[in-house]
Each structure stands twice: as structure tokens, then as C-alpha cells.
T-cell receptor, first 117, second 110 residues
Framework: EAQVTQNPRYLITVTGKKLTVTCSQN?????MSWYRQDPGLGLRQIYY???????DKGDVPEGYKVSRKEKRNFPLILESPSPNQTSLYFC????????????????FGNGTRLTVT | GENVEQHPSTLSVQEGDSAVIKCTYS??????FPWYKQELGKGPQLIID?????GEKKDQRIAVTLNKTAKHFSLHITETQPEDSAVYFC?????????FGSGTKLNVKP
């Protein structure tokens, strides 16, 4: 089954304790991205990756890091989490870069609910 | 970057009625406009999309219309059913970034 898998689904941590949220897709997609969802703000893009070893900032990258060492994996790293990073996080992938004349839809994982105390 | 505004934030309709959700965008270079449905506890899923070379697209009870001159696009759901209750997001990719509206919570009352 084609899917985007995020782990963990729920995570409670304390301020300053480094954490990683994993994301993996089995569709051989070039494009992967991370979003955070907050009430009233919709989905905001954190980072995206056009392909292996190619990553770039989205609209809200502060406090986050990513890496793309393999095509299928795109982990999100919070090196020193703070309470304002409490949110619902989504990973997504797509078969083509969104900036091309043909655009294909994003496929989302089921989310990771992060609480930082 | 792109600015996407979505209205209304909540919408309550009676089963069988129609629902309309509207979005506006700011960058005239945007040329692809998807709509996503998010059910409780799940990630958003694409329900319909439209590209700028067409003005309307329909898929059974769902349709999307696009007015490039006015920079707005709308989602139309006819004959609503309780399973249509969810949060709906519009989006407007711009180059390699994806911009979403703030979401509309649709409640279909039986």
C-alpha cells in the first residue's frame, strides 16, 4: 500500500531535550516536506526537499532541522524543543517538484502530535 | 510568497444541502489549486484539484471553480452527507513551496 509513515504518533517531551520525528514514504517520490498545523493557522511549511541531499526552508523553519540522506526518508529534528513548538506535525511527499508546470498532489502521513512542557 | 485566505472558518449545513468554501490567493503565477479533506486523527487527503488552464472541474458531488482574474477558487459540495463532515483546506503551491488556507470545519447535520 502506498503510504507516508510518521513515527511516533504522539510525543510528550521537556524543553531542551532533542528529538527526532521520522518520516518514510514507499512511493519513490522526489519531493518531501514537513508542516505544522495549529488552530486557526492551517498548515504551514517548515522544510522541504526536492531530492536526496537537497533541502530548503519553508515558511517557519526556525528551531527545526531536516536531512535527506535517502530518497524514502525525511526526518524532522528538534535539537532544543521549546513549548511554542507544541503542535501537530505532518510529513508529505509528492511525485514531482511543486514548482514545475505540472503539479501533483501531496500525500500526507497521519501526523505526530508533539507536546513540549 | 503566496498568501492564501479561506472562508468561512466554520460551516454548518443540513444533510442534502450544498456547501461552498472560498479561497483567494495573491500570486498570479500560481497555477495549481488543490483541495484537501482532513478527517479527525488523519492527515489531509486530496479530494479534487484544478489547474489554471480550466475554469471548472467536477467529480460526482464535488466541484471546484477557478477565477484567475479575480484570484479566487471555490469548493462546491452538493447533496451533502454526514460523512462530508471534516476540515477542508485549500492550497496554492508557489514554486517549490506549498501554501494552505486556514481551513474550514464543515458540519453536516443529519
Amino acid at each position: 500500500e502506498a503510504q507516508v509513515t510518521q513515527n511516533p504518533r504522539y510525543l510528550i517531551t521537556v524543553t531542551g531535550k532533542k528529538l527526532t520525528v521520522t518520516c518514510s514514504q514507499n512511493m519513490n517520490h522526489e519531493y518531501m516536506s514537513w508542516y505544522r498545523q495549529d488552530p486557526g493557522l492551517g498548515l504551514r511549511q517548515i522544510y522541504y526537499s526536492m531530492n536526496v541531499e537537497v533541502t530548503d526552508k519553508g515558511d517557519v523553519p526556525e528551531g527545526y532541522k531536516v536531512s535527506r540522506k535517502e530518497k524514502r526518508n525525511f526526518p524532522l529534528i528538534l535539537e532544543s524543543p521549546s513549548p511554542n513548538q507544541t503542535s501537530l506535525y505532518f510529513c508529505a511527499s509528492s511525485s514531482r517538484p511543486q514548482g514545475s508546470s505540472y503539479n501533483s498532489p501531496l500525500h500526507f502521513g497521519n501526523g505526530t502530535r508533539l507536546t513540549v512542557t | 510568497g503566496e498568501n492564501v485566505e479561506q472562508h468561512p472558518s466554520t460551516l454548518s449545513v443540513q444533510e442534502g444541502d450544498s456547501a461552498v468554501i472560498k479561497c483567494t490567493y495573491s500570486d498570479s503565477a500560481s497555477n495549481y489549486f488543490p483541495w484537501y479533506k482532513q478527517e479527525l486523527g488523519k492527515g489531509p487527503q486530496l479530494i479534487i484539484d484544478i489547474r489554471s488552464n480550466v475554469g471548472e472541474k467536477k467529480d460526482q458531488r464535488i466541484a471546484v471553480t477557478l477565477n484567475k482574474t479575480a484570484k479566487h477558487f471555490s469548493l462546491h459540495i452538493t447533496e451533502t452527507q454526514p460523512e462530508d463532515s471534516a476540515v477542508y483546506f485549500c492550497a496554492a503551491p508557489n514554486f517549490n513551496k506549498f501554501y494552505f488556507g486556514s481551513g474550514t470545519k464543515l458540519n453536516v447535520k443529519p
